[in-house]
Each structure stands twice: as structure tokens, then as C-alpha cells.
């Protein structure tokens, strides 16, 4: 097997408003993204060869990429639709990547975008899977809220301890997300507001959850080699991991609630790639998959930012805020900044590219030496996980 | 010999007080309590509860014959027995009937399965029945019926606990209580009407009738099982019949469990088996548009059913009050709750009919190479990879524990706004499956809690009643 490291490129990227867009459909939010992206790396629409576009609350017979070639007005050129759960976003950066990879492209689109607000209810509905009956009344927070009874119960953390540490999670992201003018949620909040708001699916409160917002992300992707022919500050992608599990893990026979197999694996296949043996030391900006501030947790240790068992220690010591050793969720996470399902692992993406170019919005959250940054997105039941590194610069790490 | 060689029963966890009901309609109480389903409940899953109560313990194999009787049952023209007989995990080649209409339905399908075990076109029959009856908002019927269901099996393979000695029936057509094909509520006459030339005048003669023909007197009955409207009535019965109503008289269990329609006299049987000695000559007698007359003997082999878990007294015991007579009008439909979020999924008849081994009848996978089990059934063993290499194991009954769960606020209805969601670790192979608790106080469900599977009805969609299984605290 290859690597994908230094191989591809991304040019320039795109990112619209999040938050209740009322006022717009998915078809402006794709304009949205896209023609920013277009802007930031200097191309004309004629100058793509291929797209791949992630969205995935379509209706039941399915949308392809209709969503896509009308506003955009793309024509003639392959599109791939792809859904992946919660990974979605990076499954079309991943595609694009290989396509241009693969020598077949040298100038590919993608984009990510969901319209979840014209729902009627704030949360994504009740019942998963295919049968009619065995799921009817799982949701995203009841599942999520299982990771955290269960590292609770192992650590020994009493309710208070744990929704305290969970609680310090969403307090960060918040923070971090006031200083972001595209995101959903631009509110500082104290631990005790977390503490006394209401339980969504116990032990995650009302600010363990992730907003549930419309929003589209988009990037142009080229050969490395290419890259600095557009511009002077290409991002190149290091790694990208991938992986899926066999079963859900509610039914995975002896799964600990602790280890997701696929957070272990997909980070792993990118560390591997891009040649990361130290991922506490080696990455300087992480964009997680904070759809509850339990899974940001878990994510620490599985991702090895953290010693097992040893989050709480980096929690309570600000290790992962902006001024700390590993800055995670600058930009206000899925917590903050919303997550429109299919636009989230590119809206990750985004505040990566910009962070290491020194472009971050709002000069004040901009990170000091930041070489190499790392965007993930978990999803399902959960089952999936989708990691991309990216660097600055061409043979390093 | 035919006789009846297990008996199980099934009443709800959820108590109304009477006086709570009262207190609603500022009217006046008549004490106790009643017994009231959940909202994810109906009479099949009762009845499927009963059935199990019933046949546990028992090699499933030998039943040949499921009949479900019900007054209330969820469906007009589909058959319940058959879905009552696939919960219970009975076999595919067997006698399966519904009972209906008539409050004497229960005894209706008991004498009809003592028939058929007599006749040798059956070697063992279950039956079961189950009513849920809805009375008028603030009519004595609303606070004098309860939900239950009671099963009985009745066989010629292993010896009776209690045979059939004789009956006697009465036939009589008059309307004293009724329900057109479209209510949801019991009509009725006038009262004084329907007690006098209904209920005592008929049971009566159909009991009257059975001791004369075999010559006994009222002293010669251990207990008399009379099904009731109202304990007044049950005790006028019994006054002109001769009986005492202090020592011979079956409790009618309207103070803690409430009139059970047509599965209330054989849960009487049933409390009054749990109590029985060998050679106790039992007269059990049901009424609804006539009456039905049983004399029934109870055999040395009652002793060795005792002291297992079947039967009334545990349920009785096993109890959590409804905490208000709105939320009793809403779990009956009667209000209607607010949705949680919407589902987002399809019911099909197609998707039921695949699924049935394990969403009806709760088999899981076990692999015949490395022995993981899987719930729902796997083909490619999670484990080993193994394909198409596995035995079907039924998981319904057995113990689990609950591995990790979260209290969903979101996924309820208005009336019930939190729903446990699990996952459950089996004592059989560790299987591990996602499961709802039902019957429970949110605030008790920790990790290491023991749980047992229920049946239950979990929604409405493309025009058919869904069910699956559920967890509760061991009860």
C-alpha cells in the first residue's frame, strides 16, 4: 500500500455561514462554499475535471449530485455523490484526493453540504438502520451519551466528576467559537451553565451537544507537484485514514465502550502515512469530532493526544485549549461552529488549511508554529472514522 | 388423562389509584387500585407474557396448540394467536385460534382446548387470554376493570395438576354489556337490569345446574371461582348459591388488580391454584352473554408446580403506581401525546415477515465454530467470519445485564418523555445487543443492573401494530 502523503494538494477552500440558515437553501450555501473556494485558489469553474459531493439527509430515492451542478452550473464533467454517515465531508475530500492521486485528475472539486433546518425539529429524528423495528427509537445522543456512562463507570468518575470534565470540553469550544464569525453559536458559557442545563440523553446536558445547523464546505484539490503554480501557500494532505466497523458497537460482542476500533484504526492508517510516531508532540492543531462533548473525550485517548484513562489530566490542565500543547476544536467544533452533516469533515478541513497558513479568522485565535494539523469526523452508530493530516510544507514530518 | 399442567399470569406493572381517578372528576372512589398496561402494551403482548409465565421451564417443543382469547385484541382481521404463538417460540405446526366477542372467550377457548386434548387432535394446548377494557371516563366500569391476561396449559403428556370433572354451560341472548364494532368504550343497561336477569340469574343456573348434576352441595367445594362485575354481585352469588363467602369464595382481586374482561375468572383459577391442595374440588364459573360452569379437581401433582415463578401473587407484588389519571388517558389512547422526534423509518410487511425468527421470536445466532452468539441473528459471525454456520438460540428468556445505557429525552412521546436506552450483555455467549427498557424508573437504570425481555408494541406505521422485545428490571 501507498501513502498519500505529499501526493495531493489543496488550493483553496471554502466555507459558508453555519447556523440556522433560515434565509438560505442548500443551493445557496454550495454557492456559498464554492465560489469562496473558487476565489481562494484563483481558478475558474471551466478549470475543474471532476467533483465529489457529500450531503446526506436526501430524501429516500436519493438526490446524486443534483444539488451540486445546478447552482454551481458544472456540466459535463464527472460527479460522485457519496454518504458516509458523519464522515461524509471527508469521504468526498478523501475520493477527490485519490482521483487527482491517481494521475486521472489535476484539478478536482469537493464539496460537502446539509440543509438540516427545514426539518420542523431541532434534532436529526428518531430510529436507525433498515429494520423497522430493532432501532425505532435510537438517536445520536442517546448513543453518544453511552460512551460517556461508560467511561465514567470505568474510571470511577461519579456523575458530577464526569459531567464536570465533559462540561470543561464544551466551556472550550464555546470560547473558541465566539471569535469565529461563520459559526452557529458565538456564546462564551461557564461550567455551571453546563452543569444546570437541561439533560438531553443523561449524562450529555443541553451543552454536551453539538449544534444542528445548515452549512457547506468546499476544496480544490491538485497534484502537490502542481500546487505552487496557484499559489504560495498550498496545504498538502499527509495522511488520510479510513476505517468501519463490523458491527454497531451496541452489538459488538466484548467491545469495552472505550477503544472504537475505528478511531483507533483510521488514526492510525494516517499517523502511519504521514509519518507520525508522536501524535501529542506532533500535532500542532486538531479538528475533531466533537458531536458530544463525550466523544471529544474519547477521542483524546484514542487518538493518543492523551495516556488511556489520562484525559481528565489534560482536561483540567488546558492542554487541548488555545494556549496548550495541543489545541483542539479552534474553531469552536461541531459544538460550536454546527455540524450540517455533510459539510463538517471539510469545514474541519478549513480551519486546518487556514490555521496553518496563518490565515485563521479573527487574527486572535491564529496558533503560533503550526506545521501540522489533523481534521476527523465519527459517525453512525457510531462505526466510522475519516482522519485527514495536513502540513505546510513538502517532506515533513 | 387431559388436565391442566401449568398455569402462568400477567398483570402490569403500573397501578392507578382509585381515588386518583375519582379525584380527576371530582366523583366518589371505590378504593384500591387498578391495574393499567403501558403505552407500548395490548393484549397479544400480555398475553404473550402470560404464555411464557406459563411455559417456562417447559421443553416448548411438545405444545402443539396456542389460542388467544380476547374481547380487546388489536386487530379486527389478522389473526393474534399466531402472533402470540411465535413470541412464545412455538413451533410452526400447530393448532392456533382466536376467541372473541364474549366475556366468556377465556373459558371459551379453555373448554375447546380440554376438546381438543380429549378428542387426541392435540396433545397440548396453551391458552391464553387477555382483555384491556376501556370504560367510559368517570363510569364505575373505568375504575372496576384492570388489564391482565392468564394462560393455562392443558395436556395429556405429563400428569395434571388439575383435571376437568364436568361443566355446564348457559347460552342467553340479551344486550347487559356490549360494544358496537366501532366503540371504544363498554355500553351497558341499567344496572339493577343486568345484574338481576344477567349476571346472577344466569350463573345460577349454570352453577346450580353442574352441582346437580354431580351431585354436590356447597359444602363439598373447596372454592368457588366466581368471575364478577362487582364484589357485591360475586357475594349475592354466592349467598343464594350457599357458599361462605369468607372461606370459600376466590377473592376477585378488584382491590389490587381490577375486572379483567374475559381473562379475569381464569386468573382467578390461577390465584386460586397457587393456594390449592390435592384433592380440592375447585367450581370456577364465567359469565358474558350466559355462563359457563367448571368443576375441576386439583391432583397431588400441584405441589411440585408450587414455589416457581409462575403465577398472580408475584405480579401483584410487583408494582409501581401511574402517577396520574392523565397519564392512564393517554397510555389508552384516550388523549392523544405528542410525538418525539419523528422516525425515520419505513415498517413494511416485507421487512416484519424476514424478520420474524428474531424480532418476533427473539432468536439470536449462535456460531458453530467459535460459539459467539449475536443479537440480531448474524450469517457472518462477527467473531470468526463463519458463514451460514450457526443454530438459532432464543434469547427471550434468559438473563442480561445492562453494559451501558443513556436516559433519551428526545426519543419519547410526551407522555413518557425518557426512554433508557441500552446496551444489554447476555448471560447466554455475552451476546451483546441495543436495546429500550420499558417499566422502569429512569433515575434506577445503572450499569451491572440485571434485565429481563419483554414484548412489546413499539409503534404504529403503514397501518399495522409493530412489535419487538424490550428490557426491564428483573420484576
Known sequence: MESIKDKVAIIGMGCSKFGERWDAGIDDMVIESAYEAYEDAGIDPKDIQACWYGTVTQPLIGMGCTNLAEPLKLHGIPMTRVENWCCTGHEALRNACLGVASGMYDLVLALGAEKLKDTGFPGLGTGRGMSPVLEARRTAPGSFAMVATRY?????????EGKRTIGKIAVKSHYNGSMCPKAHFRNKITLE????????????????????????AAAIIVPALEARKYRDDPIYIKGLGMSFSALLPQNRPGFDWLHFEELVNSSRQAYEQAGVTNPREQIDIAEVHDCFSSTELIIYENFRFSPEGKAKEDIDSGFFELTGGLPVNTDGGLKCFGHPVGAS???????????????AQSPERQLKNVRLGLSHTFGGPPQTSAVAILGKELGYP | MAGIISYGAYIPLWRLSRDAIAQAWGSGSTGGERSVTNNDEDTVTMAVEAAINCAGGLEREAIDGLYFASTTPPYKEKECATLVAAAADLRPEIITADFGNSLRAGTAALRAALHAVSSGSAKSVLVTASDCRIGYPRSTYEQSFGDAAAALLISNTAKPIVTMESSFPISNEMYDVWRLDKDTYVQSWEDRFIIQHGYIENMEKAISGLMKKEGLSAKDISKAIFYAPTARSQQELARRLGFDAKTQLQ??????????GCAHALLMLVAALEEAKPGNKLLMASYGSGADAFLLRVTDEIEKVKGNKRGVKGVIKSKKPLSSYVRYLSYRGLLEPQPGEPFRLFPAATTSWRERNWAIRMHGSKCKNCGTVHFPIERVCYNCRSKDNYEEVRLSDKKARVFTYSLDNLAGRSDDPTIPQLTVEFELGNARSYMVMTDCDPKEVAIGMPVEMTFRRIYEGAGMYNYFWKCRPVR
Open chain 1, 152 to 160: 465514567f463507570y470505568t474510571y470511577g468518575l461519579s456523575p458530577e
Open chain 1, 193 to 216: 451553565q453546563v452543569m444546570n442545563a437541561p439533560i438531553i440523553a443523561w449524562p450529555l446536558g443541553l451543552f454536551d451537544c453539538c449544534g444542528n445547523s445548515d452549512g457547506s
Open chain 1, 345 to 359: 469533515g471539510l469545514r474541519m478541513t478549513y480551519e486546518v488549511y487556514k490555521q496553518l497558513q496563518g490565515k
Open chain 2, 251 to 260: 377473592d376477585l382481586l378488584i382491590s389490587n388488580v381490577g375486572i379483567s
